[in-house]
């Protein structure tokens, strides 16, 4: 590593003479947002970069938010009116980072370089592609649809796959890509089963005679008045729950899909027809954070997720000094996990920079 | 017919387009807190009459709800209404009332 650095650094030419800006802060979704509004007001100058361009990352297309409903676009307007202070560039991102002393020396894509002292990687997730899972029919069925797909229409209303069907029954397939060691992803993506639990209220809200059916392995509901959604769904919405993981989707002739699961409570299999299938795909490592990782020295975990130093102290640390996380890029978190991540990053880059 | 032998078995899968659920919409009309059932299994453990006579109130709502009214009937014959699972039921389900009320149904369509 050492040696990779000390070639970077020599092959950077001539020292120039920095301009330090504090700190930089890779990816504008709200783990971003936040750590990079609590900086500013422990006074610090922050640039902030995203690849997409727009800030708010996954939330940006999700509508409303458990366990509140809140409007998703509302915590996004809220979060950009904190960071007005900061620099934020969009469709940005680092071409490569050298070492300088104690910080960094950064070439953007937008071709200027700049000197940070501290880096922070808020880079996010990626959503498992459920095309993989190909027994489910993703990209084959139109009858078939993401999570993500879901959030998007109850934003824009104008998916055909919904639009041009009558809807008088739909499932749920939980853990679509997670908790599958096949699929490569062994965890848990910890959101999903709420937010299934919350589209299929949605889902009953917006078409009230049909018939919803969440298929789960286990219904891990966790958080803040996750419980109190699920009771919901099961006294007010007569949503029906069935353990048993599903095991494949067929077409049939009148343009609906045939479910196949086991009951496994029952002990028997059962079959079902469905008008729309909603897959819950999971929360995955980012595809592309292998190049950016290799740049910074930092190293993944098991999980394909960013490593850090401890996964109990020290979640918001790298191993290199200098470089923190905050958010989804160590591992499955809901909005609150992340944004509480992202002021204690905040605090530990506040910590580090004054011991420098 | 010609005597093959053997027999064919009949299908074990339940289709849920199919299940009559008309006792199962009753029993919530009656009791609607059977809807809450997590399938938990407290009430069958703790159940003085399960061990010999198969009752399990999780078994019932269950039954009721894949349309195995036949098996839910025996059950519900072997309960004693001692309301131990009312008491162990995390949901705060009246199982007593609920076993009450299947038994009902199941007696009105007896006649
Ligand atoms: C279907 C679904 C619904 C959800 N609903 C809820 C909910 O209702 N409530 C809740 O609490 N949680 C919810 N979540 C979880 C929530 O989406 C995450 O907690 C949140 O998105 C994490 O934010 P983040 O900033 O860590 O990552 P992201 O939202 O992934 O943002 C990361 C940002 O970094 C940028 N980026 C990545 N790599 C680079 C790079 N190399 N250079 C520059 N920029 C980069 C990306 O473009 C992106 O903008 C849901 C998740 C899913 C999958
Ligand atoms: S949160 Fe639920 S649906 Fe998502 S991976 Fe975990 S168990 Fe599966």
Sequence with gaps: MAKKLRKKYISSGPMPVPKWENVLVVGAGIAGLEAASQLLSLGYKVTLIDKASYAGGHVASWHKLFPDRTDASSVITGLLSSIAGATLLLSTEILSVHRLGEGFAVVLSGGETLYFKAILLATGFSLFPAEKKEEYGYGVYNQVITNSDLEQWFNEGNDPRINDRKISSVGFVHCVGSRDIKAGNPQCSKVCCITAVKQAIEIKQHFPDAEVWCFYMDLRLFGKKYEDFYISAQKDYGIHFIRGRVSEVSEAIDGEVIVKAEDTLNGRPVKIKLSLLVLMAGIISRNDIQPLAEDLSVMMDSDGFLLSRDNITGITRSQRPGIFYAGTCTGPKTIPESLAEARSAAIDIHNYLRGL | ?111
């Design chain 2, 1 to 111: 017919m010609i005597p093959f032998g053997f027999s064919l078995s009949p299908s074990s899968v339940t289709d849920l387009d199919k299940v009559d659920t008309r006792r199962y919409r009753e029993l919530l009309r009656l009791e609607p807190g059977a809807a809450t059932c997590i399938g938990c299994g407290s009430c069958s453990a703790t159940c003085t009459s399960s061990a010999w006579t198969g009752m399990s109130v999780r078994k019932v709502i269950l039954g009721l709800q894949r349309g195995r009214d036949v098996e839910v009937d025996a059950m519900l014959r072997g309960c004693m209404l001692c309301g131990k699972c009312t008491m162990v039921c995390p949901r705060g389900i009246n199982t007593r009332n609920l076993i009450l009320a299947a038994m009902r149904i199941s007696k009105e369509d007896g006649k």
